[in-house]
Structures are given as C-alpha cells and as structure tokens.
C-alpha cells in the first residue's frame, strides 16, 4: 500500500519561498514518475511538474524558472521548491506516484501567497 504525505505549504508574501515536501512509503518510488499539482479554487486540478524516475523534468508554463522539483531515491521523497512567488500560485498542492496502471495522491497541502 503506498502512502503519500505533503507538508512544507503555508502563508508566504508575494515574492516569498516555499519548499514543498512528500514523503512516499513503499519500495516502488525509485520506479516510478513523480509529480506536483494544484488546485485553485472553482478552477481544476493543473499539473505543476513532474519528474521521471530517471530525473528528467518538466514544467507548466506558468512556474519556468521559479519553481524546481526532485527526487532523493535513498529517502523516497520528492520536493517542490518554489520561489518568487505569486498570489495566482495560491492553491492546493497534491503529490502524486504514477506506476504501472495507478497513480496514487497525497491528501495535499495548502499553499496562500499574499500580502
């Protein structure tokens, strides 16, 4: 059974940082992609970014060169730092495992960007 848990998210000002954390039970992490998604409210849940079990990255436009994600096989924990920040970053944001036929979720953490 995997179990996948956030913490990190809080009230931060605009322009401020954050690092966001999830830690993954289980011994599939190294196999499988990881990601970072969010949700605003009244809006649907976006992709933020994402890493493959082998390191490579990608991004939404809306966080290119603000916001960074990786891994740390050994500690079966993908982070989300997350700098200069905006108040349309405000949402919750959910961690998530794809493996072969399942993703798994977090319960999330919020994240408010405001002054």
């Known amino acids: 059974q995997v179990q996948l848990v956030e913490s990190g998210g809080g009230l931060v000002q605009p322009g401020g940082s954050l690092r966001l954390s999830c830690a993954a039970s289980?011994?599939?992490?190294?196999?499988?992609?990881m990601a970072w998604y969010r949700q605003a409210p009244g809006k649907e849940r976006e992709l933020v970014a994402d890493?493959?079990?082998?390191?490579?990255?990608n991004y939404a436009d809306s966080v290119k060169g603000r916001f960074t994600i990786s891994r740390d096989n050994a500690k079966n924990t993908v982070s989300l730092q997350m700098n200069s920040l905006k108040p349309e970053d405000t949402a919750i944001y959910y961690c998530?495992?794809?493996?072969?036929?399942?993703?798994?979720w977090g319960q999330g953490t919020q994240v408010t960007v405001s002054s």
């Open positions: 289980g011994s599939i992490f190294r196999l499988s992609a």
């Open positions: 890493i493959t079990s082998g390191g490579s990255t």
């Open positions: 998530q495992m794809s493996t072969v036929g399942r993703n798994y």
